[in-house]
């Protein structure tokens, strides 16, 4: 008896804790999120002078957030209304000469909230903070915006959202129509921040051995492209201890961790050289061997499967 | 002969058991926790009202408008397509292009159901042609172009005609399926009256637009796209098209970088106000007014590809089991195939003249 019943808990499939999900990893990031952002309109409101700092600290927040906005963060483009990047054609760049041009009519919270996407949030904000892009009001006004942003989502997800997931199954309930549904949705945002840092956060920059592309690194004019890299891997680290107890992935994520902590190469200048390439090179092999190892482990004990339609292209 | 074959078609149609003695409202593919593929009878509650085994994955089903037959097309370059008896849950025939074609994935019964046209390719070129076939006797009767390369769906319009969306790829005979023109290519939506070729609607500034799928409301066509150009361009993947006048393009705003370029089905609503296109690979399907163009609301489910009228709304499929029908919603334990096939009305005394009239002009 004690034998049969042994079995069956082995059996079934590991069950995520959908709650402490919920409670322990995705509120306390978004209410990060939402106070950093504060903080850094706060401070602009006395000035533009010393927004160092709290922009950093704002963009920590994101990058260890950044991963959750599946719901309300993708709602109406809110996630992309806080950091619009990869920015191939540097829509940002152009938004914001034009926003600085339209004068202050345009550098209220309210009309930012009607301007283009790629305009907003923290790329416009890097550039104004670093590079001297906008005047201080407009600066404001943009650190308003993404302050207000980021307070839609934490909202968002607090008040609907979370409930959404903790009632998988419930009538009426059509984002996700069984408990198992919800776990495959916070695996299915593992593994897509964790793609998302190799060939985004890491790959971009890379480029291709014979043309490497350095000025095209994450955040690079504030410094943070290899501390975002850091914060996100630490997020989704903490993110897959909720979803399984997952010993081989945890191990993956430490090897990745300390191999970006030991990167002396903050905005992944280096990859011009090939020694330099090679370092941020092993650092992205760390973090896609870390996506496997958690597609076997993980993604095995909850059930989940690949993508029916999504491969299929046609 | 052609007379033969009508009056065999009608003497079917009279004695076969009809679509709703099996209770379904539309169908759908799928591949069972098993890994074997098959073709399922689906109600307006969600439940399944009847299978028939299938013995490869399928892309789409043409559905008979009168008796429960349906023909099942193989993923493209298809070899080959089944005739399936709903009811008896069997096939019955199995349908063979001519060695030199492939199909397509996609065909669609005259609104009589005398005649099945299926989209095919020529394999070394990608030139498109579509098949006519008898569907009493399953010979094939005629082949006609398609107006384009890579045809991929065809779709019956209730004004009578037929659309056919020509992707414009060329593919690497090889695999069929690997893409060798995509710097060049020119897809069409083509317009097809009583066998000939009428209208041709191309894309401004879309040409890597590839036109896959097609749906239809009243005189209004529904066109969804896959997009072949640099992934770094959000485009629109929804037009909307009514003969003689210039296209409509349909964007999701904000949302629409979620699309990825791509849409994988297409559909009105029951009531026509309403148009769907999905996007499976981020999970959502945006829901349009039609009138404004607005989004009316965004779905959002894994792998999200099936979309069909239902009611006077809408019914959608996923790749994970969801079925989100008008009377019930229900997680089964399959993975649904790219598109779900809402089963048509018994056409009305006018088209059914119309069709005589196609008949006559082909004769």
Known sequence: ?314 | MRRRTLLAGLAASATAPAWAATGATHIAAAREPSGAYALFGLAMDATTVFRVPLPARGHAAAAHPMRSEAVAFARRPGTFALVLDCAGGTVTHRLTPPSRNRFQGHGAYTADGVYLLTTEAVHTTSEGRIGIWDSATWTRVDEIPSGGLGPHEILRLPSGGFAIANGGIRTDPSDGRRKMNLDTMRPNLTYLDNGRITETVALPGLAQASIRHLAAHGSTIAVALQWEGSPDRTVPLLMLHQRGQAPRLFEAGPDQPRMQGYAGSVAFSGNGQQCAITGPRGGLAPVFDVATGAVAKIMTRPDICGVAPAGPGLAFSDGTGGLLMPNGVRKHALAWDNHLIALAPTPSAASRSRRRRYRSERR
């Open chain 1, 1 to 314: 008896m004690r034998l049969a019943l042994a079995f069956c808990v082995l059996a079934l499939p590991a069950m995520a804790d959908i709650d402490a999900a919920v409670d322990d990893h995705i509120l306390p990031r978004l209410a990060d999120l939402s106070q950093a952002t504060t903080a850094l309109a706060t401070a602009a409101e006395t000035g533009c002078d010393a927004l160092q700092d709290p922009f950093r600290e704002a963009a920590e927040a994101w990058a260890s957030a950044a991963h959750l906005m599946f719901g309300p963060g993708e709602d109406g483009g809110r996630a992309s209304a806080i950091q619009f990047w990869p920015d191939a054609r540097n829509a940002t760049g152009r938004g914001l000469r034009l926003l600085a041009q339209q004068g202050a009519e345009a550098w209220t919270p309210e009309a930012l909230a009607r301007a283009s996407v790629a305009a907003r949030g923290l790329g416009a904000l890097e550039r104004a903070i670093f590079d001297g892009a906008a005047p201080c009001p407009l600066t404001q006004a943009l650190t308003a915006d993404l302050a207000a942003t980021a307070a839609a989502i934490e909202a968002g997800r607090r008040d609907g959202f979370a409930a959404t997931l903790r009632t998988a199954s419930a009538e009426g309930n059509t984002r996700f129509l069984a408990p198992e549904e919800a776990e495959a949705a916070l695996f299915t945002t593992l593994m897509t921040g964790l793609e998302f840092t190799a060939t985004q956060r890491l790959g971009r920059p890379m480029g291709t051995f014979a043309e490497p592309r350095p000025l095209r690194a994450e955040m690079r004019r504030s410094g943070r492209s290899l501390a975002n890299v850091t914060a996100a891997l630490t997020a989704l680290r903490d993110l897959a201890a909720t979803l399984a107890e997952a010993p081989q992935t945890d191990a993956a994520f430490a090897r990745a961790i300390s191999l970006a902590e030991g990167l002396d190469d903050p905005v992944f200048a280096g990859v011009e050289t090939t020694g330099g390439r090679l370092r941020v090179e092993a650092l992205q092999t760390a973090v896609n061997e870390t996506g496997r190892t958690a597609n076997a482990e993980i993604g095995a004990a909850l059930g989940v499967q690949a993508g029916f339609n999504r491969l299929d292209g046609d």
